[in-house]
């Protein structure tokens, strides 16, 4: 049906740094060989910064208005860089299916180009996926403004941001670790966090997810979502891994997990991996996850890992109530079409055509269509629906009771008696949602 | 007739009932049940007291009920305590020893019991009971009792019992208010233990679980000693409330339905059963489902044995257990009840009978009694220990003596 989904059985990854960070994070990323496949490219404002970069394709950023010398900062200066290049970065994007964009947060070209840069690569068809760093503490306060400003645009942009705190680090290196370490370790997460998606995507797995699952997990969410993985070994290998990731200062030491929404768990490890183990991180893991979280587990395995055991969690927690700029779009192909069918719905059964696919959930597009045509009847039909549904709303004030009120009562003065995140003073059958019938 | 010195008197203040239980004990440690009384609660949660203005007159009916039945006047009471601020912790206290020949002496195993006693206390917990597990010595492990022994340090290794000190005296204020004394307080889940389990079964390790109307409470002893304690403030309340939401029948009505028809069980054979109410006092009959109601009742009571098995496994307590379940509290009478034990426990399990026990009619030999029993006896124990301390009885009981009533 979709000669895309047909044509391109191996996913194009492709990995674009944006700013200093992001080329620093590509070098290294390209220099260890753990993304065979995967294209690079590297944006920078900074000429002479590129310059060093080894990725293959490079492009500074808005050479007219910066001149090749960087934007000093100036988030503005980075978001009119990105938006004079705006048609070559689109065809930098195009052709891949999954564009990973790593920046760090805080200065010029990296928190003014990067939310441009998303939303292009998203109107060119791509799943967008934003590692970025926020900077540490002692960068300041207008650094870490600029930040949040960027976090929220990258947010709207993107299909789904993965937030690295630098300052988190700061917990994990003692007091001697130099400043260049330090920033190499930033640098050396992002690189992990990338890799680690590249992994969950390209190596052969047991319980595999693949770019569906990935997609379905991320697309259209605005969401927000913390990353962390870790390397345990040894005999109790399983339950001190979740213990370290419960731990985890990128989880927010847990509590990300439990705010999360959804949880994608990807197990990696050599072949003595059993299956009671990946039971345990399951398990163990969940304990500490809201009940309604969705779960996504994948499983990998690779010989070079034998003896250990690499778990990687992404928990994306969505930000419902903040607005978003920018509704999840679709490819502009498509976006015209899918217009016309949003818009028929609502004639549903009195003769609009429904060129909906159940099979096939799709998100909402930010185009709006013009008004369909209609015949003098079916206008006066709409017409009168609208009306009859107005009515209705208006006799709706009452609101109506729910099929169970569950009164306190007799509890009504005492602690609520709670275990593992349930009220245990709710009846169990309508915990456990017992039918009674 | 009795010296009266040597009378004691447990007293459980109860979600569901109010009890009061009358003993003798002897100087030879006998101890038999004299009378006792009961009353009905109200004003009561989940095992804590969250209404005191009507209790006094209530536990007043109870202790007069006592007071007949053995024909002695009470004085004092040791009262049970419980709710859902209390657990238990495994604490580790260790003391140097600074003699010079480096014998342990008492002092020192009472210097080590008092570090482990408010170790990771949170502010505001009194450390209600201290039940030594073992001693270490150098950290050789397995220690009954050090005094004697030579070493560097001496570490104890102590359960300690404890609760929110401002709710723990909520419950002695309201019994104060009858007026009448309290000796001293006790968790109601150690009494019950004391009262329905044998010699044998403190030795070789038993669970006792005690349902009670708003709270449950479990213990596990091995080696005569309690090794585990532990509340879960979900009881027979839960449950007809559970009954009362899911059926729509009023809470006084879905406790009648619970104990004349409840089960926690669900049998096959009862699918289809319908069970006619009659209309009374204007409101019109109703048909409700016996299915339903059993299994309402089912999933409660199997959620509250699936979290304390989980409790124990937590606290690798199975380990312990070699001589089963034993239940007791109001919960025990549930038809069935020991099977869905035994399937969620997995060992047996029995209804607990007083044990140890004598002038006990056959009629009050019930479950529901074992935590106000136990806590007479919890009484006797620490009133034959003051005995063999002192060699006599002690000032207070001496006082008491000489400017108290005799009884008739």
Known sequence: ?437 | MFDPTSVVVGLEVGTSKICAVVADVTREGGFTVLGLGQAESRGVRKGEIVNPAELPELIRQALDQAEQMADVEIRSVWLGVTGAHMAAIHNRGKHLIASDDRSITEDDVQDAIRVAKTLNLQPHTYPLHLIRQQFLVDDQPGIDNPVGLVGNSVEADVLVVHGNFNRLQTSTKAVKSVPIDVEDVAFTGLASQLAVLSPEQKEIGSLVIDLGGGITEFTVTSGGIVRHAGVLAVGGDHVSQDIAIGLKVSLPLAEKLKIEHGSALVDDSIRGTLITLPSDNGLPGKTINLEHLRRIQNCRLEETLEIIAERLEEAQMFDFVHGGCVLCGGGAHTHQITRLAERILQMPVQIGRIQCVTGIPESLDQPEFAAAIGLAKYGSFRVQKDLSKTGRWNLKRALGELFGRTPS
């Open chain 1, 1 to 437: 049906m979709n000669p895309e989904i047909v044509s391109s059985e191996s996913i194009t990854f492709k990995v674009v740094g944006v700013g200093g960070a992001g080329q620093k994070v590509l070098n290294q990323l390209i220099a260890s060989g753990a993304m065979p496949g995967a294209e690079f490219a590297a944006l920078n404002t900074d000429a002479a910064a590129l310059s060093h970069c080894l990725a293959s394709e490079r492009l500074v950023l808005g050479a007219p208005l910066t001149r090749g010398l960087g934007c000093g900062g100036d988030v503005g200066h980075g978001r009119s860089a990105a938006e004079t290049d705006a048609t070559v970065l689109r065809a930098v994007c195009s052709g891949t299916r999954l564009v990973i964009l790593v920046a760090g947060l805080g200065g010029g070209c990296g928190t003014g180009a990067a939310p441009v840069i998303a939303r292009l690569a998203r109107d060119a068809g791509a799943l967008v996926l934003a590692i970025v760093t926020t900077p540490f503490d002692f960068e300041g306060n207008l650094r870490r403004f600029n930040a949040e400003q960027g976090l929220k645009e990258l947010r709207s942009a993107a299909d789904a941001v993965i937030v690295l705190p630098n300052q988190h680090l700061r917990s994990l290196l003692d007091d001697r670790t130099t400043a260049t370490d330090t920033f190499g370790h930033a640098n050396e997460l992002l690189k992990q966090c990338a890799s680690g998606i590249w992994r969950l995507l390209c190596r052969p797995g047991l319980l595999p997810l693949d770019f569906a699952n990935l997609e379905r997990f991320l697309r259209g969410r605005h969401a927000e979502s913390a990353f962390a993985t870790i390397e345990t070994s040894g005999e109790s290998r399983a339950l001190s891994g979740v213990d370290q990731l419960v731990r985890s200062p990128f989880l927010n030491h847990g509590k990300a997990l439990s705010e999360a929404d959804s949880i994608l768990l990807s197990l990696a490890a050599g072949q003595d991996l059993t299956i009671s183990e990946i039971d345990r991180v399951a398990k163990e893991l969940s304990k500490h996850c809201s009940e309604s979280a969705q779960w996504v587990i994948g499983t990998t395995i690779d010989e070079s890992l034998n003896g250990k055991l690499q778990l990687t969690v992404i928990a994306t927690h969505q930000r419902g109530n903040e607005p978003t700029e920018a509704t999840p779009r679709h490819p502009k192909s498509n976006s015209l079409h899918l217009g016309s069918e949003h818009s028929t719905p609502q004639l549903d059964g009195i003769g609009g055509e429904v060129f909906h696919d159940p099979s096939e959930p799709r998100p909402e597009s930010g185009h709006v269509a013009p008004a369909p045509e209609l015949s003098p009847q079916l206008k006066q039909a709409v017409l009168g629906r609208q009306g009859r549904t107005r009515r209705r709303k208006r006799g709706e004030d009452q609101p109506e009771l729910g099929l169970f009120v569950v009164s306190r009562s007799r509890f009504a003065d005492t602690q609520e008696t709670v275990h593992n995140k349930q009220n245990l003073d709710e009846p169990t059958f309508l915990r456990r949602g017992m039918a009674l019938n």
